[in-house]
């Protein structure tokens, strides 16, 4: 399986703190049946910094550690960057990392409690620039909660989005749980990936998601996430089903 969204890169934000640390967590991502993992630092959310080069100077030593250790699992570039309004002088000056810096996709983080007013205006700019924004843990954002419509509004722009895996198997909570269900039957996500932090509250169950999604939609579902990922690493487009509508409350009710 591969993994598109981990804080694996040591000491760099609230995910790993140590090598040490590193090395167990990807121990623990392969023994969850993950190959291939993208470490995707947070960049400019208010509390970190991680610009292009540190990340990549980083992710060769995480991968030669893992190579002297025998841990079978390939590191690749990524970053999750927080939406700012200036996202395009970053770009300009190098500092923004896409997924394995091929220019194509990149993960982008609103804040937890809102949407901001430039955020469609963000997403089709990239988009002009040729760089898909894919939405990571919209399930998690409090103004998407109240306004399905918004979601489904930027993914209607262009964009794409990323669960994540504890969601949807209800580490936090049954409020999120179930709006990754609704984002999940409306057309509205295209991948999952754990955005693992430690081996505590945050770790690999990106198989018991996917053994969840089997259950309530289908295998087929399944492999629909599954390939996207896959896509990702192979350079190629990820499928993309039609976004559903949600409908208009009746009575307070969907």
């Given at each position: 399986?591969?993994?598109?969204?981990?804080?694996?890169?040591?000491?760099?934000?609230?995910?790993?703190?140590?090598?040490?640390?590193?090395?167990?967590?990807?121990?623990?991502?392969?023994?969850?049946?993950?190959?291939?993992?993208?470490?995707?630092?947070?960049?400019?959310?208010?509390?970190?910094?991680?610009?292009?080069?540190?990340?990549?100077?980083?992710?060769?030593?995480?991968?030669?550690?893992?190579q002297q250790n025998y841990i079978p699992l390939t590191i690749h570039l990524g970053q999750e960057v927080r939406i700012h309004r200036d996202i395009f002088t970053s770009l300009e000056k190098g500092e923004i990392l896409t997924l394995d810096d091929n220019g194509t996709?990149?993960?982008?983080?609103?804040?937890?409690?809102?949407?901001?007013?430039?955020?469609?205006?963000?997403?089709?700019?990239?988009?002009?620039?040729?760089?898909?924004?894919?939405?990571?843990?919209?399930?998690?954002?409090?103004?998407?909660?109240?306004?399905?419509?918004?979601?489904?509004?930027?993914?209607?722009?262009?964009?794409?989005?990323?669960?994540?895996?504890?969601?949807?198997?209800?580490?936090?909570?049954?409020?999120?749980?179930?709006?990754?269900?609704?984002?999940?039957?409306?057309?509205?996500?295209?991948?999952?990936?754990?955005?693992?932090?430690?081996?505590?509250?945050?770790?690999?169950?990106?198989?018991?998601?996917?053994?969840?999604?089997?259950?309530?939609?289908?295998?087929?579902?399944?492999?629909?996430?599954?390939?996207?990922?896959?896509?990702?690493?192979?350079?190629?487009?990820?499928?993309?089903?039609?976004?559903?509508?949600?409908?208009?409350?009746?009575?307070?009710?969907?």
């Open positions: 399986m591969i993994d598109i969204h981990c804080h694996i890169l040591p000491g760099v934000d609230d995910g790993s703190a140590d090598m040490k640390e590193s090395l167990h967590m990807a121990k623990k991502a392969v023994e969850a049946g993950i190959t291939h993992l993208f470490a995707t630092p947070h960049h400019l959310n208010e509390k970190y910094v991680n610009v292009k080069i540190d990340i990549f100077d980083r992710v060769v030593r995480l991968n030669e550690s893992l996709y990149l993960l982008l983080e609103l804040p937890s409690g809102r949407v901001p007013t430039y955020t469609q205006e963000v997403i089709y700019e990239l988009l002009l620039k040729g760089i898909t924004p894919i939405i990571v843990h919209p399930e998690r954002n409090k103004e998407l909660i109240e306004n399905h419509k918004l979601l489904f509004e930027l993914v209607q722009e262009g964009a794409l989005t990323q669960l994540t895996s504890g969601s949807i198997i209800g580490l936090f909570g049954k409020n999120i749980k179930s709006f990754s269900k609704k984002i999940i039957e409306h057309n509205l996500a295209h991948f999952i990936a754990t955005d693992a932090h430690n081996m505590n509250s945050r770790g690999f169950t990106l198989q018991e998601a996917y053994e969840t999604i089997t259950k309530t939609y289908g295998i087929e579902r399944a492999f629909y996430f599954k390939e996207n990922a896959e896509k990702l690493i192979k350079g190629q487009s990820p499928s993309i089903v039609k976004p559903a509508p949600f409908k208009k409350k009746i009575l307070g009710i969907f």
